[in-house]
């Protein structure tokens, strides 16, 4: 448990959160390239080592602030490594220490020593896929070389990173660059700069604590649902409120109040912005397993692919009503912006295509640009006094506005189902949903 100043935060309006919180940023390619090489310093780039030191604060045993070895392979993949093998995990760690716990000093020594692992099989990897014995993997390369790996990469976050590592701008990354990239890409949990400038926009929209003595700010471990929410969208609610479930399941061996030592105070439970960041990763992973089990359902002949009428199946069954209209726009933005890959697409999308489509969807609540433009303009035609928000009252002005008649019980019904942070009044995003 991380202690807190615990001075409430000011709720006068969600537009009134202006202080800018302190955050880890993407560590830069060239230094952590010359660490790499170098092995200094552990091999670890000051926003890494503070994202393993916030998973080690949460894992720890409460009575002896130790990790025990058993905890190590959970670790690992709440961290986003994949294919953890127990046993090369209980072997490091007897490497590490003798003990059945891990000190952080130890931990620090342990993930490093799997870091060297993990290089080892990349390798392997990239000599599998590099089937032209070049000594480099392009761009659709990488791609392959990530999947095989077990994630679900997207192209704007795989392009991006390529374009930092790629240090002799050649197009294509030889070894050493592909393990860089594989290191900011842990580093980012795989989002891209934009995502993570609005992730940081997200984390200062929401009400957070500061850690006593240090000035680092956290949200509260129950505000973790409205962060994640505030990043990705209400569809993303209750996914959301299921990433929180599983923060506090991590926790459950631990208090989730204790009395400060210096104040006699209950301490609440914090999450900091590199360990906020891990859980909206998280969010993405189960995303993306509920996007794989209904792509496989409609996928009956399992040729990899969905036709446009399967698509309208598949977002059926994921909770979407879109019109055809809006399905063939995101489709040509889709592919307009890159996202959608393959010429094809139009007509048909293979998993990956299907991911990014899912995503920018996500980003738009599966309207059309014209009609976003006119929820936009109504938002701002009655939200009378420019607070950013709509209340009860302006809200069934809106609905008389649009030929409804209701009651003001039946308007407030309606604005808690969409009101996801409970504050009594709808932001333009909620009320676009």
């Given at each position: 448990v991380i202690a807190y100043d615990s001075a409430e935060p000011s709720r006068e309006s969600k537009s009134d959160r202006t202080s800018e919180p302190k955050v880890a940023s993407v560590p830069d390619a060239a230094s952590i390239l010359e660490t790499l090489r170098s092995g200094s310093g552990g091999g670890f780039d000051q926003a890494t080592a503070s994202r393993l030191q916030a998973t080690f604060a949460r894992y720890r045993d409460p009575h002896s602030k130790d990790i025990n070895k058993d905890e190590l392979a959970g670790v690992l993949l709440h961290l986003g490594y994949m294919h953890v093998e127990e046993a090369d995990v209980l072997r490091i760690a007897d490497e590490v220490t003798k003990y059945s716990t891990l000190e952080l000093d130890d931990f620090m020594a342990f993930?490093?020593?799997?870091?060297?692992?993990?290089?080892?099989?990349?390798?392997?990897?990239?000599?599998?896929?590099?089937?032209?014995?070049?000594?480099?993997?392009?761009?659709?390369?990488?791609m392959k070389f990530l999947k095989h790996l077990g994630y679900t990469p997207l192209r704007g976050a795989v392009d991006e990173a390529i374009h930092l590592v790629d240090l002799d701008r050649s197009g294509r990354l030889e070894f050493e660059e592909v393990a860089l990239l594989m290191h900011l890409y842990r580093s980012s949990e795989g989002f891209t700069k934009g995502e993570l400038e609005r992730f940081t926009a997200a984390f200062g929209e929401t009400d957070r604590l500061t850690q006593a003595g240090a000035g680092e700010e956290a949200v509260p471990a129950e505000k973790l649902t409205s962060l994640l929410t505030r990043f990705y969208g209400i569809a993303k609610w209750e996914t959301a409120q299921k990433v929180t479930d599983d923060l506090m399941a991590a926790a459950e061996k631990k208090p989730?109040?204790?009395?400060?030592?210096?104040?006699?105070?209950?301490?609440?439970?914090?999450?900091?912005?590199?360990?906020?960041?891990?859980?909206?990763?998280?969010?993405?992973?189960?995303?993306?397993?509920?996007?794989?089990?209904?792509f496989a359902k409609f996928d009956a002949d399992g040729s990899g692919f969905i036709d446009r009428q399967e698509l309208r199946e598949v977002l059926t069954t994921l909770g979407y009503t879109l019109t055809d209209r809006a399905v063939r726009e995101l489709l040509e933005r889709a592919q307009k912006s890159g996202a959608c890959h393959e010429l094809h697409c139009l007509d048909e999308l293979d998993y990956d295509n299907f991911v990014h489509f899912m995503q920018l969807m996500s980003e738009t609540d599966g309207f059309m640009e014209s009609e976003l433009v006119e929820i936009a303009a109504t938002f701002a035609k009655f939200d009378e006094d420019g607070s950013g928000d709509i209340d009860a009252v302006e809200l069934g002005d809106v609905l008389t506005h649009m030929g409804y008649t209701a009651s003001l019980e039946k308007v407030q019904s309606l604005l808690a189902r969409v009101d996801y942070d409970h504050s009594g009044v709808l932001d333009l995003r909620e009320f676009t949903r």
């Amino acid at each position: 448990v991380i202690a807190y100043d615990s001075a409430e935060p000011s709720r006068e309006s969600k537009s009134d959160r202006t202080s800018e919180p302190k955050v880890a940023s993407v560590p830069d390619a060239a230094s952590i390239l010359e660490t790499l090489r170098s092995g200094s310093g552990g091999g670890f780039d000051q926003a890494t080592a503070s994202r393993l030191q916030a998973t080690f604060a949460r894992y720890r045993d409460p009575h002896s602030k130790d990790i025990n070895k058993d905890e190590l392979a959970g670790v690992l993949l709440h961290l986003g490594y994949m294919h953890v093998e127990e046993a090369d995990v209980l072997r490091i760690a007897d490497e590490v220490t003798k003990y059945s716990t891990l000190e952080l000093d130890d931990f620090m020594a342990f993930m490093q020593k799997y870091a060297e692992l993990e290089t080892a099989k990349y390798r392997q990897v990239f000599e599998a896929f590099d089937e032209d014995n070049s000594g480099y993997l392009d761009a659709d390369e990488v791609m392959k070389f990530l999947k095989h790996l077990g994630y679900t990469p997207l192209r704007g976050a795989v392009d991006e990173a390529i374009h930092l590592v790629d240090l002799d701008r050649s197009g294509r990354l030889e070894f050493e660059e592909v393990a860089l990239l594989m290191h900011l890409y842990r580093s980012s949990e795989g989002f891209t700069k934009g995502e993570l400038e609005r992730f940081t926009a997200a984390f200062g929209e929401t009400d957070r604590l500061t850690q006593a003595g240090a000035g680092e700010e956290a949200v509260p471990a129950e505000k973790l649902t409205s962060l994640l929410t505030r990043f990705y969208g209400i569809a993303k609610w209750e996914t959301a409120q299921k990433v929180t479930d599983d923060l506090m399941a991590a926790a459950e061996k631990k208090p989730q109040k204790q009395q400060a030592a210096d104040a006699g105070h209950a301490v609440p439970l914090g999450v900091q912005f590199s360990e906020a960041l891990v859980w909206a990763r998280k969010l993405r992973d189960k995303e993306f397993a509920d996007y794989r089990t209904a792509f496989a359902k409609f996928d009956a002949d399992g040729s990899g692919f969905i036709d446009r009428q399967e698509l309208r199946e598949v977002l059926t069954t994921l909770g979407y009503t879109l019109t055809d209209r809006a399905v063939r726009e995101l489709l040509e933005r889709a592919q307009k912006s890159g996202a959608c890959h393959e010429l094809h697409c139009l007509d048909e999308l293979d998993y990956d295509n299907f991911v990014h489509f899912m995503q920018l969807m996500s980003e738009t609540d599966g309207f059309m640009e014209s009609e976003l433009v006119e929820i936009a303009a109504t938002f701002a035609k009655f939200d009378e006094d420019g607070s950013g928000d709509i209340d009860a009252v302006e809200l069934g002005d809106v609905l008389t506005h649009m030929g409804y008649t209701a009651s003001l019980e039946k308007v407030q019904s309606l604005l808690a189902r969409v009101d996801y942070d409970h504050s009594g009044v709808l932001d333009l995003r909620e009320f676009t949903r």
